[in-house]
């Protein structure tokens, strides 16, 4: 059983030990206790180490003792050290205070400490319960005979069969019983959620600092498209960076909205696009007075993040919505190492990807909605929720959003503490016993952005394996072989790491490991391959969703058909993936520089896919607006212009 302490901040001594020993007498006498809880107490200048400690769950504020200004501070300190725990005031006034923030209200006076007790106990339980995860489970273990989908029945159309039953046993009984169908009410639906569902998805909002939060399994990219649906109408302008998800983009076609792309800075050294410029961004808001919408991504997949607080407010002095793609920062709200996020930034919709660093499953994502959103219209955003999602949603997936959650309210510095330690830790050895280095966030922005106070997210490592002279795809190919180790991602020159919560000390080992001795031998290995150039952006001439729905032609990359592709209007996104950020989007303009990219990517890396590309005559081809066509786009982007 979890020890969870809670703290008293008082500078009464005398009392402070008086109130610990009563309670802990009560903590004796209940020996059937779902929570082991532990009381102390210290005075307002120790109150920083007890919050470094990962047990402490409960902070009590003694007004009693404290006057207003220290109460304030202390509260402060807890909220910007510790936001998911429970802050509790213990009062001796007879009107309760105004400030809300307080989990809950205690007279400094009450005799009955079994009631104290109860009280502190009952805000740690709503706060570690999962309500959805605990029905499933009940549900599940009552052994209801199924008379409903899935076709599968609990499993017992596998776990009986001589030919998959092997498929069965692999994946375990629970994979298949927990698989129901929305025929099960007391599971709620995560269509119109009432019960269960709407309690875990309340609990997830306050968790994560949000005024709404709602529960997707489709992932992120639906995530992002549900969003956009309900902010975006046919011809409005939203303000994306051009290292957006390609969601973001799909987004645009589906909506009929005209994006005003920014361009990223770009290190063409390590193949990495970073966020756009802060003066770029601000250019762009001005020069755009009737834009409804700012989407930026923070962090990136490398790890890079926005300085969001004064972009955030400079947007919305202008009247737009912010969304911030926090796919890669779920973790972000629970370590003061990597605060604000994006919703404490003042967020209007912030789409997260549980799974990436948490401990949901795969497409197991969340939604949150910002404190200060204007107008929001929650029936409307279901509606939009609800043409994306699935009628038979996996319900394994809502439960591990569910315990994902609880995780980090319960034990979010403590893992991420440890995290952040192996972060450290593998940086320094790198740095120390390695041909290779670790890139830090100067290194990785360039230049360009070395006055936007850009971040980096310490548990994305980029380790740059070009710097010993070595190809990052051969090192990959060596790391897998060889040692049973998966990356993230590479560049030409560049290895990426994903320390998660996941992550323990056996694998930075290996790693470890695995790392030297590449270095040692890298005299056998092959060369740095060649790094391909990023070309900068050209013209959106015609509405996405115009260019996407057009009929248009293949024409091939090479030969005179590829030289007749420059100066085109492309129909489809060509993405080199990873990272997953499009050389092109539907209705941008083809250029000799896009277009000798794309060749480069097809024809030099073959560790790379390639999205959108087609087939002319076996020979990879693209397909562009026919002449036509393009004319009648343009018209139509003039009379929205």
């Given at each position: 059983?979890m020890?969870?302490?809670i ?15 009563e309670?802990s ?16 107490f ?9 919050l470094?400690?990962?047990e ?6 003694d ?6 200004q220290?109460?304030a ?13 429970d802050s509790?005031?213990l009062?001796a006034?007879?009107?309760p205070?105004?400030n ?5 209200v205690?007279s400094?006076g009450e ?9 502190l106990r009952?805000i740690?339980?709503?706060?570690t319960?999962t309500?959805?995860?605990d029905?499933?489970r009940?549900?599940?273990y009552a ?11 609990s499993?017992d159309?596998?776990?009986s069969?001589?030919w998959i ?11 298949f019983?927990?698989?129901l169908?929305?025929s ?11 019960s ?7 609990l ?13 399994t ?9 969003v956009?649906?309900y ?15 390609k ?5 645009m076609i ?5 994006p005003v792309y ?6 063409q ?7 756009v ?10 020069a ?5 919408l700012l ?8 790890g890079?993040?926005y ?9 919305h002095?202008?009247?737009?919505y ?6 890669w ?11 604000p996020?994006?919703l404490e930034c003042g967020?209007d ?9 948490l ?11 910002g404190?200060?959103v204007?107008?929001?219209d929650p029936?409307?955003f279901?509606?939009?929720i609800n043409?994306?999602?699935s009628t ?7 439960a591990?959003?569910?315990?994902a959650r609880?995780q ?8 991420m ?16 016993h390695?041909?290779?280095r ?8 360039g ?22 002279g070595l ?5 990959q190919?060596?790391l897998?072989s060889?040692?049973?180790?998966q990356?993230?991602?590479n560049?030409?020159?560049?290895l990426?790491?994903l320390?998660?919560i996941g ?9 470890k490991q ?6 040692e031998t890298?005299s056998?290995?092959q060369?740095?391959?060649a ?7 050209s ?5 996405p969703r115009?260019a ?6 293949k024409?091939a990359?090479?030969?005179?058909e590829?030289k ?11 993405v080199?993936?990873p990272?997953?950020?499009p050389?092109l989007?539907?209705g941008?303009l083809v250029t000799?520089?896009i ?11 073959e ?7 087609r ?6 081809a693209?397909r562009?607006?026919l ?10 982007r003039?009379?929205?212009?």
């Amino acid at each position: 059983m979890m020890e969870c302490c809670i703290v008293l901040v008082t500078g009464d001594r005398q009392f402070g030990q008086r109130w610990v020993s009563e309670l802990s007498q009560v903590v004796d006498s209940d020996a059937a206790a779902p929570l082991q809880l532990r009381f102390s107490f210290c005075d307002p200048q120790a109150l920083e180490a007890q919050l470094c400690r990962g047990e402490t769950q409960i902070v009590v504020l003694d007004d009693g003792d404290l006057d207003a200004q220290m109460l304030a501070e202390c509260h402060e300190q807890i909220r910007d050290r510790r936001a998911e725990i429970d802050s509790v005031l213990l009062t001796a006034a007879r009107v309760p205070a105004q400030n809300r923030d307080y989990e809950s209200v205690i007279s400094r006076g009450e005799s009955n400490y079994g009631v104290v007790y109860r009280t502190l106990r009952r805000i740690l339980l709503e706060r570690t319960a999962t309500p959805f995860a605990d029905a499933l489970r009940e549900y599940v273990y009552a052994a209801r005979d199924s008379w409903h989908t899935p076709g599968h029945s609990s499993g017992d159309s596998l776990s009986s069969s001589p030919w998959i039953a092997d498929f069965y046993r692999f994946m375990g009984e629970h994979i298949f019983n927990t698989d129901l169908s929305v025929s099960v009410k007391m599971l709620d639906s995560l269509m119109d959620p009432v019960s269960v569902i709407r309690q875990s998805q309340q609990l997830a909002a306050r968790t994560f600092g949000a005024a709404h939060t709602y529960f997707v399994t489709n992932g992120t990219s639906t995530s992002n498209k549900i969003v956009l649906q309900y902010l975006l109408r046919s011809g409005d302008r939203a303000i994306v960076d051009r290292n957006c998800h390609k969601s973001v983009h799909h987004a645009m076609i589906m909506s009929g909205a005209l994006p005003v792309y920014l361009e990223s800075a770009v290190n063409q050294d390590y193949g990495v696009y970073g966020p756009v410029p802060k003066s770029r961004i601000f250019a762009a808001i001005d020069a755009t007075p009737d834009a409804r919408l700012l989407v930026l991504t923070s962090c990136t997949y490398d790890g890079l993040r926005y300085d969001l607080k004064s972009i955030i407010d400079y947007a919305h002095r202008r009247g737009l919505y912010v969304l911030i793609d926090e796919a890669w920062y779920a973790h972000g709200r629970f370590h003061p190492d990597l605060r604000p996020t994006a919703l404490e930034c003042g967020a209007d919709f912030v789409t997260q990807s549980t799974h990436k660093m948490l401990s949901a499953f795969s497409q197991a994502s969340m939604i949150h909605v910002g404190q200060g959103v204007k107008d929001f219209d929650p029936a409307g955003f279901r509606e939009d929720i609800n043409m994306h999602t699935s009628t038979s949603p996996q319900y394994g997936m809502i439960a591990s959003l569910d315990v994902a959650r609880k995780q980090m309210s319960i034990e979010g510095y403590s893992v991420m503490q440890r995290t952040l330690d192996f972060a450290r830790d593998l940086r320094e050895f790198v740095r120390e016993h390695t041909a290779f280095r670790p890139l830090d966030a100067a290194e990785l922005c360039g230049q360009e952005l070395a006055d936007d106070a850009i971040l980096l997210d310490p548990t994305k490592v980029t380790i740059d394996v070009g710097f010993a002279g070595l190809s990052a795809p051969e090192v990959q190919l060596q790391l897998f072989s060889q040692f049973g180790i998966q990356v993230e991602k590479n560049t030409h020159n560049t290895l990426s790491f994903l320390v998660t919560i996941g992550t323990t000390e056996s694998k930075v080992l290996r790693l470890k490991q695995a790392l030297r001795t590449l270095s040692e031998t890298r005299s056998a290995m092959q060369k740095p391959a060649a790094g391909q150039a990023l070309p900068p952006l050209s013209e959106i001439r015609v509405l996405p969703r115009t260019a996407y729905f057009a009929r248009g032609e293949k024409l091939a990359l090479g030969g005179e058909e590829g030289k007749a592709l420059v100066g085109r209007i492309a129909c489809d996104e060509i993405v080199p993936y990873p990272p997953g950020i499009p050389l092109l989007v539907p209705g941008q303009l083809v250029t000799e520089e896009i277009l000798a990219a794309i060749n480069a990517f097809v024809h030099e890396r073959e560790d790379l896919e390639m999205h959108g590309l087609r087939k002319n005559a076996g020979r990879p081809a693209m397909r562009v607006m026919l002449p036509e066509e393009a004319d009648k786009g343009l018209q139509e982007r003039q009379s929205i212009d």
